[in-house]
């Protein structure tokens, strides 16, 4: 396999090279995101024991019955593969080597494991005193839990959002997702972007910190502000929002939908597209704020939305909605697959994995006029790259490499 950042990249980050040395999502997400921009991103593996990724399904199947994780392909494509041991002192050096020609470098270890082999922030910045260094963790660099280990729902638990989620009197529920990877990898996107325009523009690097439990905080929109003012402790709500109303699903013919008419306006064209205009100046129902009143949205406003979807279909409410009111089908990941919106958005991309056969993933949601993104490249097979760039970027002879693979350092 050959990925398209081993033929040479355009897009934005064109020329940055990127060190990749994460597993599973949260770091290897991040790096894919600046891969699709344009960075040639140079993954890392243990050559005995790779990113356990790998072994995730579903996977696309050979004739022969080789296998591919789907699942890696999609947060490792664009990127070429190296393994390395950095636990020998030759691994330790050529990781050194490759860091003195390198932008940025990712990891997503427990913090202080960088440390103890000698590779953590304080060390590579002798080697390159511009090099962003983002390291993705549970709790971060800093803090008496920095040394706790985590994973998604440690982070949905630790951050707030697990006991917020879920549906009223029941147990709390963590999202259907895996939030806390997801938005440690957004963040540390953003923060190695603007750490890496402050290096080329000063020539000093700095250390990016990402916790999952930090981000996972930030994710729960008035929860902090209504504890901190008010004392109030978000409790699960199910599918209501804590004050706006009405603002979630409704039941419908096939299904659910969305209705987030709440507004007066909405309101209004809410009651005359379902033909009862006259509802809009009932006394008890004519405002907002009295439509965001429990006891009132309870008895008048969710019935009311209740008869009139109904007996109409999703498809029958979203024609009818069209571009007047805010009510979309709740979709399921088929339907989201087919749309024609997300078609249209290349939102779902398609690559040929040679051997395997076709792979759909979804594709890059940041897109630019003048430099679009590409996110049709491979995920590299193990180690597919290392002589390649042993030569490149350590300047390494055949021999070498010969004698570093017969040791077990590549």
């Avoid at 789907?70 to 080597?97: C, I, S, V």
């Avoid at 049709?376 to 300047?395: C, F, I, K, Q, Y």
Wanted: aromatic letters at 8%; glycine letters at 10%; a negative charge.
């Amino acid at each position: 396999m050959s990925p398209a950042a081993s033929e040479g990249t355009r897009g934005p980050l064109a020329g940055v090279v990127v060190l990749d040395i994460t597993r599973v999502v949260a770091g290897p997400f991040c790096s894919m995101m600046l891969a699709d921009l344009g960075a040639t991103v140079i993954k890392i593996e243990r050559p005995t024991e790779p990113d356990y990724a790998r072994d995730f399904p579903p996977f696309l199947e050979s004739a022969d019955g080789d296998r591919f994780s789907a699942f890696f392909a999609q947060y490792n494509r664009n990127k070429l593969g190296l393994t390395l041991d950095l636990g020998a002192p030759r691994g330790k050096e050529l990781l050194r080597t490759l860091v003195e020609r390198a932008d940025v470098l990712v990891e997503n270890f427990r913090p202080g494991t960088m440390d103890k082999l000698g590779l953590g922030h304080a060390e590579l910045r002798e080697v390159n005193p511009r090099l962003v260094y983002t390291a993705i963790s549970g709790f971060g660099q800093t803090g008496p839990y920095r040394r706790r280990p985590a994973f998604d729902n440690t982070a949905q638990a630790a951050g707030g959002l697990w006991s917020m989620n879920g549906n009223p009197g029941e147990a709390p529920m963590r999202v259907g997702t895996i939030i806390g990877d997801l938005a440690a990898t957004m963040y540390a996107v953003i923060g190695t972007l603007a750490a890496l325009r402050h290096a080329e523009r000063t020539g000093e690097g700095q250390l990016v910190d990402v916790a999952q439990q930090d981000s996972v905080l930030s994710l729960t929109e008035s929860a902090v502000v209504s504890y901190t003012v008010d004392g109030t402790v978000a409790e699960p709500l199910g599918n209501a929002h804590p004050f706006v109303r009405p603002y979630e699903l409704y039941p419908c013919k096939d299904g659910y939908v969305f209705f987030g008419g709440y507004t007066d306006k909405f309101w209004r064209l809410t009651a005359a597209m379902f033909g009862e205009p006259e509802v809009t100046e009932d006394p008890e129902i004519d405002t907002m704020a009295k439509r965001f009143d429990p006891e009132i949205y309870e008895r008048r406003v969710r019935p009311l939305l209740h008869r009139w979807m109904a007996g109409r279909t999703r498809a029958e409410l979203e024609e009818l909605a069209g571009e007047q009111v805010p009510l979309t089908a709740i979709k399921d990941i088929g339907d989201v697959v087919n749309d024609p919106h997300i078609q249209a958005r290349d939102m779902i991309v398609d690559v040929e994995y040679p051997g395997f056969g076709t792979l759909e993933m979804f594709g890059q949601p940041v897109h630019l006029g003048a430099t679009p993104a590409n996110p049709r490249g491979l995920a590299p097979t193990v180690g597919e790259h290392t002589d390649l760039l042993l030569r490149s970027m350590a300047g390494l002879g055949e021999d070498e490499i010969t004698e570093l693979r017969g040791s077990g350092v590549v």
